[in-house]
């Protein structure tokens, strides 16, 4: 890739209690919404089909007005008066990377460059093509390019007027796995690079804890949950967050402090608790083991992997509790196999 090109410092996002109803009468499909992109932050609005992802997004582009609360971009106020969606200094990048068929890669990145000076407007277009990578690409068409360069066409398309804020819609969703493996790594490497402040969305859990610097878990129309993919997955603050993101056990107890009693046995707790507590224990978080403490169990089922397994155990203390178990020591158990689990770090209460 070519030399780092100077872009403008980026400029965060503010949304405070953002509200949007498509009809009145119906429950909002955005509720109350609030939250901060740091600048050159890499955010991801994250949630299951339906909860408000995309009209989040529409939102802040100024694809729709909201009925309550506020935007501002770079400390500007979108709603009063209302800014619209070619003033707000915004990028966008769809999941249908919309590439102008009849024109070439440079053809269509210079097309968002219309309001510079007819002079400025070419270099930056290559500017821009070689922070993508795509400079020997810049006289072929988009249907001689593969999806994943026609997806960085579309960026480069977006970055070109340098955007205060980039906003990425499922922008890998028509990719191959493979493919949008690389593509997600390359696109995040652009944006570090050029210093974009990006809210990307998506459904997928994986693209969003590779993705992310911090991550709005979205359900409902509101953030269930805000913070780095790390804290998200192993505090998760609900037992809607703890299942969303990756698989977890949920076990029913009474705290007393840092321990809760359950069917498992005494499970230590990352924070204090007292009384009915649900805890989040990941199947990693769970071994299999000979000492004679661990909670009895039967080996319903196994997923095998080859570097390592999930099995599915019913726990003997409660009836037809069923747990899931990461194995990464390669030791194979059968079906129907009875053995002994222990927690092996604190489980997270969760509401
Ligand atoms: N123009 C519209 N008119 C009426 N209802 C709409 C409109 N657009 C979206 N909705 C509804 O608002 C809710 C939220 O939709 P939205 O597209 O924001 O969700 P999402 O989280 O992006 O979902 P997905 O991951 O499936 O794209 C859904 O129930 C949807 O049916």
Request: with cysteine.
């Amino acid at each position: 890739m070519l030399a780092r090109t100077p872009t403008p410092a980026a400029v965060p996002l503010d949304l405070q209690h953002l509200t949007k109803r498509y009809a009145p009468g119906l429950p909002p499909v955005v509720d109350q919404l609030s939250l901060t992109a740091r600048p050159g932050e890499l955010l991801t609005l994250l949630g299951p089909s339906g909860c408000g992802k995309t009209t989040t997004l529409r939102l802040i582009a100024g694809l729709e007005r909201p009925d309550s609360g506020t935007i501002s971009i770079g400390g500007r106020d979108m709603s009063v008066p209302f800014v619209p969606p070619e003033r707000r200094g915004v990028g966008l990048v769809f999941q249908d990377y919309a590439l102008f068929p009849h024109l070439s890669v440079l053809g269509n990145v210079l097309f968002g460059l219309q309001h510079l000076p007819r002079a400025q407007r070419l270099p930056r277009a290559r500017e821009t093509l070689a922070l993508v990578g795509l400079t020997v690409f810049e006289t072929r068409m988009p249907h001689q390019l593969s999806g994943g360069q026609q997806q960085r066409v579309a960026l480069a398309r977006a970055l070109a007027p340098r955007p205060a804020l980039l906003l990425l819609d499922e922008p890998f969703s028509n990719l191959d796995a493979q493919l949008r493996h690389s593509t997600r790594q390359e696109v995040r490497g652009i944006l570090r690079q050029s210093g974009t402040t990006a809210i990307l969305v998506t459904h997928d859990q994986e693209e969003a804890l590779a993705f992310s610097d911090r991550l709005v878990l979205m359900r409902s129309g509101k953030a269930e949950q805000i913070g780095t993919p790390a804290e998200v997955y192993t505090r998760p603050a609900t037992a809607f967050v703890a299942n969303f993101l990756g698989r977890s056990n949920l076990l029913s107890g009474t705290a007393d402090r840092f321990m809760a009693r359950t069917a498992l046995g005494i499970v230590p707790l990352v924070e204090a608790a007292s009384g009915p507590v649900l805890v989040s224990v990941r199947p990693e978080h769970l071994a299999f083991t000979e000492d004679l403490a661990g909670a009895e169990v039967t080996v319903v089922a196994r997923e095998f992997r080859g570097r390592d397994a999930t099995y599915t155990v019913r726990l003997a203390a409660a009836g037809t509790q069923e747990l899931l178990v990461h194995d990464t020591t390669g030791l194979i158990r059968a079906e129907g196999e009875r053995a002994r689990i222990q927690v092996t770090q604190p489980a997270r209460p969760v509401s």
